[in-house]
């Protein structure tokens, strides 16, 4: 029985709203990566990547992950788009949860971060995505149980996709 589903994908992709539309769903615990991280840390995400640089913030989401795996289910997690470089915790990850891979086409991705202030995409939003999700994206299809398309559909449409998926009886 599933009682824990984490989300992986890009920035973009919708992680923190489809799982908070998830969890409202489900009527199950959210925990969002960036909130998790500044908990472990007490820095925010930027600031961290700042003061320790990618291996720092890299470490902490990984902890994120082990955060994550401990609390008492049933939950619903996003979790850093990097995180699918780190094979220890994407293979604690798949072994500990219902992992949802939320795809986007590179343009939605594009559209959406372009004017947020994200630390990896410079100044060229459309380049920095390019190369991310080139390499990302082979390993959130090798990481998750389920893939749901995202585009042009609304959080709770995609909520409804993983439900249905994940064979998750709901009351409402």
């Known amino acids: 029985m599933v009682e824990r589903?984490?989300?992986?994908?890009?920035?973009?992709?919708?992680?923190?709203t489809v799982g908070r539309a998830l969890a409202d769903r489900l009527n199950w615990s959210y925990l969002d990566n960036d909130?998790?991280?500044?908990?472990?840390?007490?820095?925010?995400?930027?600031?961290?990547?700042?003061?320790?640089?990618v291996a720092g913030l890299r470490a902490a989401e990984s902890r994120a992950v082990d955060e994550v795996l401990a609390a008492p289910p049933p939950l619903v997690a996003g979790a850093a788009a990097g995180i699918v470089e780190d094979e220890a915790a994407c293979a604690r990850l798949r072994a500990g949860a219902?992992?949802?891979?939320?795809?986007?086409?590179?343009?939605?991705l594009v559209e959406r971060v372009t004017g947020t202030d994200r630390p990896w995409l410079g100044d060229?939003?459309?380049?920095?995505?390019?190369?991310?999700?080139?390499?990302?994206?082979?390993?959130y299809?090798?990481?998750?149980?389920?893939?749901?398309?995202?585009?042009?559909?609304?959080?709770?449409d995609v909520a409804t996709a993983?439900?249905?998926?994940?064979g998750i009886g709901v009351g409402r």
């Open 98 to 108: 219902y992992v949802v891979y939320l795809r986007a086409r590179l343009e939605t």
């Open 124 to 139: 060229d939003p459309a380049g920095a995505l390019r190369r991310l999700y080139a390499g990302r994206e082979p390993r």
């Open 5 to 16: 589903i984490v989300l992986v994908g890009m920035m973009g992709a919708g992680k923190s």
């Open 141 to 156: 299809q090798q990481l998750a149980h389920l893939v749901v398309d995202v585009d042009d559909r609304s959080a709770d």
């Open 35 to 53: 909130e998790v991280v500044a908990k472990l840390t007490g820095l925010p995400t930027r600031e961290l990547l700042a003061q320790r640089g």
């Open 162 to 166: 993983i439900i249905n998926a994940a």
